[in-house]
C-alpha cells in the first residue's frame, strides 16, 4: 500500500499544513481516475416544504418533507428529503444519507409522500412497472430505526438516490447529468452515478444550513454500500461534513483494490459501467497500477471523525480490506493529534475498535441492522455530538 505521508514525488509529509497542501493533488487523482470530476457549475435551487408533521413518530419527533427544487430546468425530477428532528432536543446533529427504495420504505407513516420516481421492480409487488405501490410503505423500514435515533436526540435527512440518477446505464438521461456534465466518450474524467449522489449528499447540507431545527455543523455523512462509497468521496470533498460512516462499501469505497478480494474494478465496471468515471476501466485488469489505494480516500477525511463498518457474511465487500484501509489512516490522523485504529489486528464480531477512526464486523450479510445503527450512534456521542 502507498505510504499516505509519502507523496509521488517521494516527499514525507510531516505537519499538517503539508498534508492539507496535499489533500488537493489527491482529490484531483481520485477526481481523473475513479469518480470523476465534479462540475464546478451551481444549479440555482428553490426549497419547497411540502408538509410539517410535529407529533410523527407517536409525538416524540417533527415531520418535514422538503423538496429541492432546480429552478433553472423545472423538468428535472426534484431531490426530495426526509427530515425527522426529535422534539426534545434543540438543534440536534443530523445524519444525512440515502435510501435505496424511496423515503416511503424507511417508515410506515402514511403521511410520506410515496415517490413517483423510477424504481427497480421487485416480484412481490411492492414495485410495479418502475413504480413504487403502497405496499411498498416502510419496506427498508429496519435499515433505518428511528424511534432509536429520535430516542439518542439524533435528526435523520434522507432521500432517494434516484431522484438524482435512476441506478442503471441509461438513467443520466433523466437525471442531473442530463443538464450537468453529460457523458462524453471523450471525457475519461467525466462525472458518473457515485459522483452525483456524493454532489447530492452536498446539496441536502445546503437544505440543512438554512433549516433552524438542525445543527448542519454537525451534519455526518451515512452510506450503505455503493452509497456508502458516494458517503465517502462527498466526505472528502465536502469539508462541512462533521464526519462520515461507510457501512459495508466494499470495492470503490473503503476495501483496498490492490488486495483483489472479493468484488474486484473488473466485476464492478462490468456490473455497474455508469458508477465510476471511464478512466478507472483502464485499471480493470491492472489495480496494481493504480497510483494510489482506497485508505488515502479515507485519509482525506482526516481529522475529522471516520467509522468503517463490515458485515461477516459479506466476504464480497471485502471486510479485511475495509479494516486494513482504515487502520492505514492512522498516520495521518495522528499529525492532528487523533487516535484512528489503533491496532494492526483485526478484531472479532461485535468487538469495535479505534477512536477517531472506527472499525467494526457483526456477523450477518450485507444490509444495515439495529446493530450497526448502535455502534454508529454511539460513536457519534463521542466524537460530534459534543463538538
Known amino acids: 500500500m502507498p505510504d499516505p505521508l509519502v507523496t509521488q514525488a517521494g516527499k514525507r509529509i510531516t505537519t499538517t499544513r503539508q498534508w492539507e497542501s496535499h489533500r488537493p493533488v489527491l482529490l484531483k487523482q481520485f477526481a481523473t481516475q475513479v469518480y470523476g470530476a465534479t462540475p464546478e457549475r451551481r444549479l440555482a435551487t428553490r426549497y419547497e416544504v411540502k408538509s410539517v408533521d410535529s407529533s410523527a413518530l407517536g409525538g416524540t419527533a417533527i415531520r418535514k418533507q422538503i423538496s429541492i427544487i432546480w429552478t433553472e430546468y423545472p423538468n428535472l425530477p426534484s431531490l426530495d428529503i426526509l427530515l425527522y428532528v426529535p422534539k426534545s432536543v434543540k438543534r440536534p446533529p443530523v445524519f444525512v444519507g440515502f435510501n435505496y427504495m424511496g423515503n416511503h420504505s424507511i417508515s410506515t407513516e402514511p403521511g410520506i409522500a410515496l415517490s413517483t420516481h423510477w424504481l427497480p421492480n421487485r416480484p412481490d409487488g411492492k414495485v410495479v412497472n418502475n413504480r413504487a405501490t403502497e405496499a411498498a410503505r416502510g419496506v427498508q423500514l429496519s435499515r433505518w430505526p428511528l424511534e432509536l435515533i429520535i430516542s439518542k436526540g439524533y435528526s435523520v435527512a434522507t432521500a432517494y438516490y434516484g431522484d ?136 482525506l477525511i482526516a481529522p475529522r471523525p471516520l467509522y468503517v463498518a463490515s458485515a461477516q457474511g459479506d466476504q464480497w465487500a471485502d471486510p479485511k480490506g475495509e479494516f486494513m484501509s482504515a487502520r492505514q489512516t492512522d498516520p495521518v490522523y495522528k499529525l492532528y493529534g487523533k487516535k484512528g485504529i489503533g491496532t494492526d489486528d483485526w478484531p472479532p464480531v461485535h468487538t469495535p475498535v479505534g477512536e477517531t477512526v472506527r472499525y467494526h464486523i457483526r456477523t450477518g450479510e450485507h444490509d444495515v441492522k439495529r446493530y450497526d445503527w448502535e455502534q454508529f450512534l454511539d460513536f457519534a456521542d463521542q466524537q460530534v455530538k459534543r463538538r
Open 164 to 299: 438524482l440518477e435512476p441506478d442503471h446505464p441509461e438513467g443520466w438521461k433523466t437525471g442531473i447529468r442530463s443538464v450537468l456534465g453529460p457523458p462524453t466518450a471523450k471525457k475519461s474524467d467525466g462525472w458518473q452515478a457515485i459522483g452525483v449522489w456524493a454532489w447530492g449528499m452536498s446539496r441536502m447540507l445546503d437544505y440543512l444550513e438554512t433549516d433552524g431545527l438542525v445543527d448542519a455543523k454537525r451534519a455526518i455523512a451515512l452510506g450503505h454500500s455503493r452509497q456508502g462509497k458516494a458517503a465517502l468521496w462527498a466526505g472528502a470533498q465536502d469539508t462541512r461534513f462533521a464526519a462520515v460512516i461507510a457501512n459495508e462499501s466494499g470495492e470503490g469505497g473503503a476495501a483496498l483494490s490492490k488486495r483483489v478480494f472479493g468484488e474486484t474494478i473488473l466485476r464492478l465496471n462490468t456490473s455497474f459501467p455508469h458508477w465510476f468515471c471511464p478512466q478507472y476501466q483502464t485499471y480493470n485488469n491492472r489495480p496494481e497500477a493504480l497510483p494510489f489505494d482506497q485508505h488515502q480516500l479515507l485519509a
